[in-house]
């Protein structure tokens, strides 16, 4: 072999072979190219660059070369051939004179020899024959092939096939459908190569790799060429007489397998999309904060709306798909007697119910804690707005009080004008005292803010400080401005008692009438009748307090008028009341102003009284409406639970009844709806409590949630009860007695059996069970066949097929790996370029990317183990 491996360099001088070479190597390699949807046209310029070259390599030999380089460059170009000429040698084929430098320069002859050494590598050394060469073994297999036809006497590669005689008897002699032997001369060597050719190609899937008129006008064709080219014929017919049948058989395991592969496939992308969701929406629900504004929380509870209806139900619907899919595949699995299927860790149907109760349990609560977040932020922002009412009437009061405490105008006054600032300071004094309350009340609403954490809180803080430290200051300058007048005091003879009686009524009756105006105005936040009944009693309560007011205000203003009388009487300018700064005119306004309010309260009061009384007719819809979709959903739910194996008739009765259910289900979705809507205005109305019903519109999803599951899980599990019965073959009598005894066991109603019910199920039904080591034993590799995943009980669905499980005619493993070996003549391996002759392409291919290496003495380059494929197909393993 080492002679053939080593290419004679001078056997490529003669012209009229290196011709024929091209002609057939070319032909050769488009053979296998074409897999590749590519070809070559001229062999010593289409292989200079590498690419098609490592390409050639992988097709022939089904692995995976390097990454090419995809420069342009020369020494691109090399590197690509260097990595196909160290594959060719890593298969153990010595290259002789042959550098990539050469084959990337075009030269014609090194090429054709390096094409020759793949073609001697790939299709020529695999050949053996009684242990000889592939040369020999080629050889003695036409010699075999061609004995019995006249005429033809095979002794080498290049004149014994010259008449084309040798060629059309190997056809014959496999194929005597496609060709007359007895019609052909030997004087018709033309003739003859263009039949063989031509049947070769159209029939064998032969291409045409050598020319008829070279071979006939050479003195002495090409013995390379030839050899190339009677390999294909040994390939093609080798093994085709026991091929169809072993290919057939492995067909149907293949297309259950590529099914079932199919289906956990599924699985796996349903439970890794649904896994993925619930873990991007779960911290979402979990993440209990907001921006502290009332639109921001508004706008998150839109988001909370739209997630509930349109994001949730679709992810409810893949998760009952998810399960009926895996119920299904376990099925089918059991059936093809194939083992049980367990997904990839994190993803059993076990992890991804954890993890929808997670998303569950992230989810509860989360609304009404955002009713209640909206709730308090409604607090806040009511509280701010009084906080700024009242800094506004304070910060009007204090306008100008600092300049007239800090004023010394005391030092330059007559003596009465200093009595009358004495009085003056005094009712001032007497104000300032009435605005303690207030400042007191604008700190206290301050604090409550921080304490609630309003957003706008530092605003709050700096206008609260602004207003305390110009109160301190006030206090501070009233104290000095007294102490300078007592010192200055010397005389009070000439009080106006009129003005100082203003003074003395006035102050207190323009305080009363603040307070009265801040009442009026006051803002508030009710959420039934009867606090809105509270506060018209309390505007009751005040407005009869209107009479004894309004006999003040006639004080008042009497004394203003007596004192003008005096000055007519006396032709005097009334002076100005040096004891106060209110005005009768102050005064009268701010009583206008107060009973214009009143009756406005008396409106306002009156409109929250209608809303209030709206919000509790929409409490009695909603009420009575929850009422009746809830008592609909319970009842539901309990005839759902009652179905199974506890009831009596055929499954397809029990399907027939749930299936009944599931579309009352699909009718009764508008008055779900219907609440949803009645639900949605009564948030909008910013209700939040509801005496006349124990439902929530919350509790009520859950319901319908868990009504709608119930149902996919019911009707998927009857359907896969029928499945299994009719593939077992079970009449309907013996599936009501195993009914009868499963359910006479099941004490607890739960469709399932413990452990110990399920062995005194079995001994009622005839199992000799001992009650020694040797019982438990046997009943333990009993619960190892009902009970694979150890899940501790056992269903009803594993209870139908254990007692029917000796029943099925399937397919084993031996079967298969008999097929294969028929395939691979009886060989202890199979390479690839068999399957893609035998197998069609899809299965061809999924036993090749699955087949693991051939590893036996007596491997040969690209084997692959049939044996341990074959065993996997019924065993555990990631098929």
Same mark, same amino acid.
């Given at each position: 072999?080492?002679?053939?491996?080593?290419?004679?360099?001078?056997?490529?001088?003669?012209?009229?072979?290196?011709?024929?070479?091209?002609?057939?190597?070319?032909?050769?390699?488009?053979?296998?190219?074409? $897999?590749?949807?590519?070809?070559?046209?001229?062999?010593?310029?289409?292989?200079?660059?590498?690419?098609?070259?490592?390409?050639?390599?992988?097709?022939?030999? &089904?692995?995976?070369?390097?990454?090419?380089?995809?420069?342009?460059?020369?020494?691109?170009?090399?590197?690509?051939?260097?990595?196909?000429?160290?594959?060719?040698?890593?298969?153990?084929? $010595?290259?002789?004179?042959?550098?990539?430098?050469?084959?990337?320069?075009?030269?014609?002859?090194?090429?054709?020899?390096?094409?020759?050494?793949?073609?001697?590598?790939?299709?020529?050394?695999?050949?053996?024959?009684?242990?000889?060469?592939?040369?020999? &073994?080629?050889?003695?297999?036409?010699? %075999?092939?061609?004995?019995?036809?006249? +005429?033809?006497?095979?002794?080498?590669?290049?004149?014994?096939?010259?008449?084309?005689?040798?060629?059309?008897?190997?056809?014959?002699?496999?194929?005597?459908?496609?060709?007359?032997?007895?019609?052909?001369?030997?004087?018709?060597?033309?003739?003859?190569?263009?039949?063989?050719?031509?049947?070769?190609?159209?029939?064998?899937?032969?291409?045409?790799?050598?020319?008829?008129?070279?071979?006939?006008? /050479?003195?002495?064709?090409?013995?390379?060429?030839?050899?190339?080219?009677?390999?294909?014929?040994?390939?093609?017919?080798?093994?085709?007489?026991?091929?169809?049948?072993?290919? +057939?058989?492995?067909?149907?395991?293949?297309?259950?397998?590529?099914?079932?592969? *199919?289906?956990?496939?599924?699985?796996?992308?349903?439970?890794?999309?649904?896994?993925?969701?619930?873990?991007?929406?779960?911290?979402?629900?979990?993440? %209990?904060?907001?921006? +502290?504004?009332?639109? =921001?929380?508004?706008?998150?509870?839109?988001?909370? *709306?739209?997630? *509930?209806?349109?994001?949730?139900?679709?992810?409810?619907?893949?998760?009952?798909?998810?399960?009926?899919?895996?119920?299904?595949?376990?099925?089918?699995?059991?059936?093809?007697?194939?083992?049980?299927?367990?997904?990839?860790? =994190?993803?059993?149907?076990?992890?991804?119910?954890?993890?929808?109760?997670?998303?569950?349990?992230?989810?509860?609560?989360?609304?009404?804690?955002?009713?209640?977040?909206?709730?308090?932020?409604?607090?806040?922002?009511?509280?701010?707005?009084?906080?700024?009412?009242?800094?506004?009437?304070?910060?009007?009061?204090?306008? &100008?009080?600092?300049?007239?405490?800090?004023?010394?105008?005391?030092?330059?006054?007559?003596?009465?004008?200093?009595?009358?600032?004495?009085?003056?300071?005094?009712?001032?004094?007497?104000? #300032?005292?009435?605005?303690?309350?207030?400042?007191?009340?604008?700190?206290?609403?301050?604090?409550? #803010?921080?304490?609630?954490?309003?957003?706008?809180?530092?605003?709050?803080?700096?206008?609260?400080?602004?207003?305390?430290?110009?109160?301190? %200051?006030?206090?501070?300058?009233?104290?000095?401005?007294?102490?300078?007048?007592?010192?200055?005091?010397?005389?009070?003879?000439?009080?106006?008692?009129?003005?100082?009686?203003?003074?003395?009524?006035?102050?207190?009756?323009?305080?009363?009438?603040?307070?009265? $105006?801040?009442?009026?105005?006051?803002?508030?936040?009710?959420?039934?009748?009867?606090?809105?009944?509270?506060?018209?009693?309390?505007?009751?309560?005040?407005?009869?307090?209107?009479?004894?007011?309004? $006999?003040?205000?006639?004080?008042?203003?009497?004394?203003?008028?007596?004192?003008?009388?005096?000055?007519?009487?006396? +032709?005097?300018?009334?002076?100005?009341?040096?004891?106060?700064?209110?005005?009768?005119?102050?005064?009268?306004?701010?009583?206008?102003?107060?009973?214009?309010?009143?009756?406005?309260?008396?409106?306002?009061?009156?409109?929250?009284?209608?809303?209030?009384?709206?919000?509790?007719? #929409?409490?009695?819809?909603?009420?009575?409406?929850?009422?009746?979709?809830?008592?609909?959903?319970?009842?539901?739910?309990?005839?759902?639970?009652?179905? =199974?194996?506890?009831?009596?008739?055929?499954?397809?009765?029990?399907?027939?009844?749930?299936?009944?259910?599931?579309?009352?289900?699909?009718?009764?979705?508008?008055?779900?709806?219907?609440?949803?809507?009645?639900?949605?205005?009564?948030?909008?109305?910013?209700?939040?409590?509801?005496?006349?019903?124990?439902?929530?519109?919350?509790?009520? %999803?859950?319901?319908?949630?868990?009504?709608?599951?119930?149902?996919?899980?019911?009707?998927?599990?009857?359907?896969?009860?029928?499945?299994?019965?009719? /593939?077992?073959?079970?009449?309907?009598?013996?599936?009501?007695?195993?009914?009868?005894?499963?359910?006479?066991?099941?004490?607890?109603?739960?469709?399932?059996?413990?452990?110990?019910?399920?062995?005194?199920?079995?001994?009622?039904?005839?199992?000799?069970?001992?009650?020694?080591?040797?019982?438990?034993?046997?009943?333990?590799?009993?619960?190892?066949?009902?009970?694979?995943?150890?899940?501790?009980?056992?269903?009803?669905?594993?209870?139908?097929?254990?007692?029917?499980?000796?029943?099925?005619?399937?397919?084993?493993?031996?079967?298969?790996?008999?097929?294969?070996?028929?395939?691979?003549?009886?060989?202890?391996?199979?390479?690839?370029?068999?399957?893609?002759?035998?197998?069609?392409?899809?299965?061809?291919?999924?036993?090749?990317?699955?087949?693991?290496?051939?590893?036996?003495?007596?491997?040969?380059? &690209?084997?692959?183990?049939?044996?341990?494929?074959?065993?996997?197909?019924?065993?555990?393993?990631?098929?």
């Amino acid at each position: 072999m080492e002679e053939e491996e080593e290419w004679d360099r001078e056997g490529l001088l003669d012209p009229a072979w290196e011709k024929q070479q091209k002609k057939t190597f070319t032909a050769w390699c488009n053979s296998h190219l074409r $897999k590749a949807g590519t070809s070559i046209e001229n062999i010593e310029e289409d292989f200079r660059h590498g690419l098609k070259l490592m390409l050639l390599l992988e097709v022939i030999s &089904g692995e995976q070369l390097p990454k090419p380089d995809r420069g342009k460059m020369r020494f691109h170009k090399i590197a690509n051939v260097n990595k196909a000429l160290d594959y060719i040698a890593s298969k153990g084929v $010595k290259l002789v004179s042959i550098g990539a430098e050469e084959i990337v320069d075009g030269n014609v002859k090194m090429t054709l020899g390096m094409i020759w050494t793949i073609i001697l590598r790939f299709a020529i050394q695999d050949i053996t024959v009684e242990e000889l060469t592939a040369k020999e &073994g080629l050889l003695l297999w036409c010699q %075999r092939k061609t004995a019995p036809y006249k +005429n033809v006497n095979v002794q080498n590669f290049h004149l014994s096939f010259k008449d084309g005689l040798a060629f059309c008897a190997l056809i014959h002699r496999h194929r005597p459908d496609l060709i007359d032997y007895h019609k052909l001369s030997k004087e018709n060597p033309l003739e003859n190569l263009n039949t063989a050719f031509d049947i070769a190609e159209k029939y064998l899937d032969i291409p045409r790799m050598l020319d008829p008129e070279d071979m006939v006008n /050479s003195a002495k064709p090409d013995e390379r060429s030839v050899m190339a080219y009677v390999s294909s014929y040994y390939h093609a017919f080798s093994g085709a007489q026991q091929a169809e049948t072993a290919a +057939n058989r492995i067909c149907k395991v293949l297309k259950i397998n590529q099914e079932n592969e *199919r289906l956990m496939e599924e699985y796996e992308k349903l439970a890794s999309d649904l896994l993925a969701w619930i873990k991007k929406t779960k911290p979402w629900l979990e993440n %209990r904060v907001t921006d +502290n504004t009332l639109p =921001g929380t508004q706008h998150k509870l839109e988001e909370f *709306r739209d997630y *509930r209806r349109k994001h949730k139900p679709p992810k409810l619907e893949d998760k009952a798909k998810l399960e009926n899919n895996f119920n299904t595949l376990q099925t089918r699995l059991r059936l093809s007697n194939r083992p049980a299927y367990i997904p990839t860790e =994190g993803k059993l149907v076990s992890d991804i119910a954890d993890a929808w109760k997670g998303l569950e349990s992230a989810e509860k609560g989360f609304e009404e804690w955002l009713l209640s977040e909206l709730q308090r932020l409604e607090r806040l922002d009511h509280l701010a707005q009084k906080f700024r009412h009242k800094c506004e009437i304070h910060e009007e009061w204090a306008v &100008g009080k600092e300049e007239m405490l800090e004023s010394r105008d005391f030092k330059k006054c007559r003596l009465n004008e200093l009595k009358a600032m004495k009085k003056k300071h005094e009712a001032f004094e007497s104000d #300032l005292a009435a605005h303690q309350d207030r400042v007191e009340q604008i700190a206290a609403i301050a604090q409550e #803010l921080n304490a609630l954490d309003y957003h706008d809180v530092n605003r709050v803080n700096t206008r609260c400080q602004t207003i305390c430290d110009q109160w301190d %200051r006030l206090g501070q300058s009233t104290q000095r401005r007294r102490e300078g007048l007592e010192e200055a005091e010397k005389i009070l003879e000439r009080i106006d008692h009129l003005h100082l009686e203003f003074a003395k009524r006035a102050a207190p009756f323009n305080n009363w009438m603040d307070g009265a $105006k801040e009442d009026l105005l006051d803002m508030f936040i009710v959420h039934t009748t009867e606090e809105v009944q509270g506060l018209i009693s309390a505007h009751d309560t005040f407005k009869s307090t209107l009479g004894e007011a309004d $006999k003040e205000y006639t004080t008042i203003i009497t004394l203003v008028q007596d004192v003008q009388r005096l000055a007519q009487q006396y +032709n005097m300018t009334p002076p100005d009341n040096p004891y106060t700064t209110l005005h009768a005119q102050d005064i009268a306004n701010k009583w206008r102003e107060v009973q214009e309010l009143v009756p406005k309260r008396d409106q306002t009061l009156q409109q929250e009284m209608m809303r209030q009384q709206k919000n509790e007719t #929409l409490r009695r819809q909603f009420a009575n409406k929850a009422n009746s979709v809830g008592e609909w959903i319970e009842k539901r739910l309990d005839f759902v639970a009652a179905i =199974g194996v506890h009831m009596k008739g055929s499954l397809e009765d029990h399907l027939n009844e749930i299936q009944h259910v599931e579309k009352e289900c699909h009718g009764f979705r508008p008055h779900m709806e219907e609440l949803e809507r009645i639900n949605q205005e009564v948030q909008e109305s910013m209700i939040f409590e509801n005496r006349y019903t124990q439902y929530t519109m919350e509790t009520l %999803r859950v319901g319908w949630e868990q009504l709608l599951t119930a149902l996919a899980r019911n009707i998927n599990e009857l359907e896969n009860q029928i499945l299994t019965r009719d /593939s077992k073959g079970i009449s309907a009598q013996q599936m009501n007695e195993f009914k009868l005894s499963f359910s006479h066991f099941d004490k607890n109603k739960t469709s399932r059996l413990e452990p110990k019910e399920f062995k005194a199920c079995l001994v009622s039904l005839g199992y000799n069970i001992r009650d020694d080591k040797q019982g438990e034993a046997d009943f333990q590799r009993i619960m190892a066949i009902v009970d694979p995943n150890r899940t501790g009980y056992i269903t009803f669905e594993a209870f139908i097929d254990f007692m029917t499980r000796e029943t099925a005619d399937t397919d084993t493993a031996e079967q298969v790996m008999h097929s294969f070996k028929i395939l691979a003549g009886d060989k202890p391996f199979i390479t690839a370029q068999i399957l893609r002759q035998e197998l069609p392409p899809d299965q061809a291919e999924y036993c090749i990317q699955r087949m693991a290496p051939y590893s036996g003495r007596d491997a040969v380059p &690209g084997a692959l183990d049939y044996m341990s494929f074959s065993t996997a197909l019924y065993g555990e393993s990631d098929l």
